[in-house]
């Protein structure tokens, strides 16, 4: 299995930016595709981004699209999640989420697809 640590997160300004990394050991690393979700109080986890094994395929969400960036570092085992235009709807804490695959330009979207979650790190965007 993999292991996942977020890091990253904090207190910003609205219209600020942010970048959350997310460093996967134990398994290879080139076996899985990624994702953000995040999960902000009193809602459901909510998907955010996502990025295939080969890192060639990008998936956002709607709220997110043109704001936030995905992208993976093979050679370092990371995936971080760049976030410009900060709004306070996105103070939530983020997580990293990896999916077993074998197909290199697939992401997934949805919270059952993936089996491997890290602990969290808190984005906080003040007005």
């Known amino acids: 299995q993999v292991q996942l640590v977020e890091s990253g997160g904090g207190l910003v300004q609205a219209g600020g930016s942010l970048r959350l990394s997310c460093a996967a050991s134990?398994?290879?690393?080139?076996?899985?595709?990624m994702g953000w979700f995040r999960q902000a109080p009193g809602k459901e986890r909510e998907f955010v981004a996502a990025?295939?094994?080969?890192?060639?395929?990008?998936y956002y969400a709607e709220s997110v699209r043109g704001r936030f960036t995905i992208f993976r570092d093979g050679a370092e085992n990371t995936v971080s999640l760049q976030m410009n235009s900060l709004k306070p709807e996105d103070t939530a804490v983020y997580y990293c989420?990896?999916?077993?695959?074998?197909?290199?330009?697939?992401?997934?979207?949805?919270?059952?697809?993936?089996?491997?979650w890290g602990q969290g790190t808190q984005v906080t965007v003040s007005s």
């Open positions: 989420a990896a999916a077993t695959t074998y197909y290199t330009s697939t992401y997934y979207h949805r919270r059952h697809e993936y089996s491997y």
């Open positions: 134990g398994r290879t690393f080139s076996r899985y595709a």
């Open positions: 990025i295939s094994l080969n890192g060639g395929s990008t």
